[in-house]
């Protein structure tokens, strides 16, 4: 048996973002459910190659300010708990604050927010895991995230996507799903430009 060690953060990273992220509809499905967790009721996805090259999910949600922001691409950073007893009560789809670290660790991820009361926003570009920029910027309320090259630093998860026509059909699936369960909010699906679903806000399941 070879010597024991402490695994590198980005290392524990891109193990996690395998629990997480298996395809371009497990990113997708995440951001959704993030967009949701912000009062969304507009969420915007666009796609290219599927998903392999470009994801971008753009939302009317609170958005976070600077700081927000920055929290939230560290490991296990949420605002949807505070201590055990809120383990029983989560009202949210997500609360573990590995959704956002995950992805970024094994993509080229670019995230622009502004809360609705803000005057500026903010713009945090990261590569790999690393934080290579983060800047003001002009930028409606709401948030927009956009991950390129998925799984482009993981070879070996890398060659396990599947041809384009299959991951989009994956996210189409996502889409059209995570739309049933939430008829307060409109979705939008494009792929390379062209608009593939537009699903608007409705007031009841049943409509």
Wanted: proline fraction near 3%.
């Amino acid at each position: 048996m070879g010597k024991i060690r402490i695994l590198s953060d980005n290392l524990v990273s891109k193990i996690a973002a395998g629990e997480i992220v298996e395809r371009p509809a497990s990113v997708v499905k995440e951001l959704i459910e993030n967009s949701i967790d912000a009062g969304s009721t507009r969420i915007e996805i666009e796609l290219e190659t599927g998903g392999k090259r470009l994801i971008r999910v753009s939302d009317d949600g609170e958005g976070m300010t600077r700081d927000d922001s920055l929290m939230s691409i560290e490991r296990h950073a949420t605002s949807k708990i505070k201590d055990t007893n809120d383990l029983f009560s989560v009202g949210t789809l997500g609360f573990r604050g590995e959704a956002i670290p995950s992805i970024a660790s094994v993509s080229r991820f670019r995230m622009t927010t502004r809360t609705h009361g803000g005057v500026i926003g903010t713009v945090i570009s990261i590569e790999g895991g690393v934080v290579r920029s983060v800047e003001e910027t002009g930028a409606p309320p709401g948030t927009t995230v956009e991950v390129k090259n998925l799984f482009y630093n993981t070879p070996a998860r890398h060659k396990f996507m599947r041809k384009t026509e299959t991951e989009l059909s994956n996210v189409l699936d996502i889409v059209e799903r995570e739309s049933l369960s939430r008829p307060g909010t409109s979705f939008e699906l494009s792929s390379e430009g062209r608009t593939l679903l537009r699903l608007p806000a409705k007031e009841s399941v049943s409509e």
